[in-house]
T-cell receptor, first 114, second 112 residues
């Protein structure tokens, strides 16, 4: 079955530290890729997306993600985190042949210490 | 701009009672609509999605059903709730033909 794996369930960082959240998926065909974020008390919202083209995509609030096809990975990065980045982050994959079905990872809770 | 509404925000229901959760989208037409259940540490589980009125795809066989009586209305129902139906239910929409989704505030359902 198709699946999405997020390597870390909980991450604690100090402000200004660099962030990398891992995401791997198990589908071998063409995919659309997403990172969503849920800030405390807020709706789940789109952080960034990859459909095609440059494998390095930039999203809101200084986040970026790199698609590495050979590794089936779509890792999320930010050079310097802020306290306001404390949130839960979800990686999601839409297999090209899956219609509009999107598979979500289990999420990573990030806590940034001020 | 587009907005998505879900209600109620919280609900406590006894086992065996019926369920109706409603989701409506404003500011767009012919959206794709989705129902998810979110469990702590387990991500989002897609329950149903719809690409048009009366068109429902079920992803997980269970005690729930969905309906789309109007273009921007999506309803999640059950005839008889089970304890295992407790959870956080999210509605989402995407523009027709697009894949990025926009989520509602969710409904916290507790079955007692």
């Amino acid at each position: 079955a198709q699946s999405v794996s997020q390597h870390n369930h909980h991450v604690i960082l100090s402000e200004a530290a660099s962030l990398e959240l891992g995401c791997n998926y198990s589908y071998g065909g063409t995919v659309n890729l997403f990172w969503y974020v849920q800030y405390p008390g807020q709706h789940l919202q789109l952080l960034l997306k990859y459909f095609s083209g440059d494998p390095l995509v930039k999203g809101i609030k200084g986040f970026e993600a790199e698609f590495i096809k050979s590794k089936f990975s779509f890792n999320l990065r930010k050079p310097s985190v802020q306290w306001s980045d404390t949130a839960e982050y979800f990686c999601a994959v839409n297999p090209y042949t899956g219609g509009f079905k999107t598979i979500f990872g289990a999420g990573t809770r990030l806590f940034v210490k001020a | 701009s587009q907005t998505i509404h879900q209600w109620p925000a919280t609900l406590v229901q006894p086992v065996g009672s019926p369920l109706s959760l409603e989701c409506t989208v404003e500011g767009t037409s012919n959206p794709n609509l989705y129902w998810y259940r979110q469990a702590a540490g387990r991500g989002l589980q897609l329950l149903f999605y719809s690409v048009g009125i009366g068109q429902i795809s079920s992803e997980v066989p269970q005690n729930l059903s969905a309906s789309r009586p109007q273009d921007r209305q999506f309803i999640l129902s059950s005839k008889k709730l089970l304890l295992s139906d407790s959870g956080f239910y999210l509605c989402a929409w995407s523009p027709s033909g697009a894949y990025e989704q926009y989520f509602g505030p969710g409904t916290r359902l507790t079955v007692t």
